[in-house]
T-cell receptor, first 116, second 111 residues
């Protein structure tokens, strides 16, 4: 398909395990965002990439969270030593624009992470 | 930090009725956007607003960017069953397109 895809769609982890969540943005999109959505809440910003450069990581909750986009396309969000409070839906979004224009973005379906 | 309040939290309406929801912020946003999210899916952009006072329509949807730049509303006219879902407002922060979202308005449409 032509949209943003994410894998896996569902992930169950035991507390303390490391997880890696993948995002395939729309081909050619410059901007890529990660958001975290807790149950019953709106998405919250985690980090932003413009091509391969991570320009903003101010939303990452702790140093257990790490994101990369090494070739400016696919991105991976890694969470080390998962905790129960990390349980949420992790949304990836991409935009063909940079700067403020990247406010218009296309979201993937998300990965639902459950930490037991 | 900035607070973005969305209301109502939920609404139950009959098919054919109009729906209105709004968002207010403690600070100014440069862009307001409205998204709809269905269960198990990511948010889908409905309308984007870029100027204070701007009124924009998309089919049965109408949204306005408040004059003070601290608020926005979304109206849905003549609701139909597929309007069911959670509607989020979002304001753009800073230069990179980072968005702050409201908590959402859940809309339930009954026949």
């Amino acid at each position: 398909g032509a949209g943003v895809s994410q894998s896996p769609r569902y992930k169950v982890a035991k507390r303390g395990q490391d997880v890696a969540l993948r995002c395939d943005p729309i081909s050619g999109h410059v901007s890529l965002f990660w958001y975290q959505q807790a149950l019953g809440q709106g998405p919250e910003f985690l980090t932003y990439f413009q091509n391969e450069a991570q320009l903003d990581k101010s939303g990452l909750p702790s140093d257990r969270f790490f994101a990369e986009r090494p070739e400016g396309s696919v991105s991976t969000l890694k969470i080390q030593r998962t905790q129960q409070e990390d349980s949420a839906v992790y949304l990836c979004a991409s935009s063909p624009e940079d700067s403020g224009g990247a406010a218009r973005k296309f979201f993937g379906p998300g990965t639902r992470l459950t930490v037991l | 930090g900035q607070q973005l309040n969305q209301s109502p939290q939920s609404m139950f309406i009959q098919e054919g009725e109009d729906v209105s929801m709004n968002c207010t912020s403690s600070s100014i946003f440069n862009t307001w956007l409205w998204y709809k999210q269905d269960p198990g899916e990511g948010p889908v952009l409905l309308i984007a607003l870029y100027k204070a006072g701007e009124l924009t329509s998309n089919g049965r949807l109408t949204a306005q960017f408040g004059i003070t730049r601290k608020d926005s509303f979304l109206n849905i006219s003549a609701s139909i069953p597929s309007d069911v879902g959670i509607y989020f407002c979002a304001g753009r922060l800073g230069s990179w397109g980072k968005l702050q979202f409201g908590a959402g308005t859940q809309v339930v449409v009954t026949p």
